[in-house]
């Protein structure tokens, strides 16, 4: 469980982001939603040590993020970052086994836990394709790939912060790709942090989400509460309508 109190974040004399009270819990996935530049990005930052708040504080499983050494953190809260890139001729296989790095495993283990990942993230087929010669969507799940594998080991819940992981998936990928993230979330207690900028991903694949505009947190709860024709025209400036599926969905069209 990752908890915000009383959050704060300037930079400079400039206020960046304030969130009272969120939290995080195991088995939900999480979407944070709001504009360009609302703060989505910076929150996530905060939320993994990147960025040190200005106030109040954030807790992993009841302890201050701070007072986590960087190695225990490591297992127990993994981050896939807007944009990762190595400049290194790696092989797919071995930028995913930089993940093992935090873990004490043997090194049988850890070839059965890559492959796995691997399996999962749908990207078997990539192992042995130097990185430099990937495209943008096979690196961003290979990315994923190594944060999951840095997450195998751990004690407490792992929680999972994804930075627009879907962005450069094409529409099965960002399908099965959050798929995914619930399983880990439904089967495996997962607490999943997800920023996405597709409502329609949103209203499918999250359990819960939390609403920034300008820094500041304007709705939490389920996202068929939180979004709504009026919400989306107040806060995206875009005259949607929020529809049901044959299927009983709710979409934005
Ligand atoms: N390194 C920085 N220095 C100064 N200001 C910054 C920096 N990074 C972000 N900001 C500012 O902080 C605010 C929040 O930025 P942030 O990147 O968190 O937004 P975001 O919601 O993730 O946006 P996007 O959807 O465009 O990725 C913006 O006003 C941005 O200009």
Redesign the pocket.
Known sequence: MLHVHDLKFS?GR?F??QVADWRASPGHVQA?L????????????LLCGEEAPTGGDIRLHGQRLQDWSALERARHLGVLP?ASSLSFAFSAEEVVSLGLTPLNTGWRNAQHTVRAVMRATDCAHLAKKPYPRLSGGERQRIHLARVLVQLSQAEHAPVLLL??PTSAQDLGQQHRMLELASGLAREHNYAVVA?L?DLNLTLRHTTHCLH?DA?RSVAQGAPQEVLSSDSIAKYWGYNAQLMRTADGALVVA
């Open positions: 930079r400039e960046i982001l944070v709001g504009t360009n530049g609302a703060g989505k990005s910076t929150f996530l930052k807007q930075d627009e920023i900028h920034l820094g």
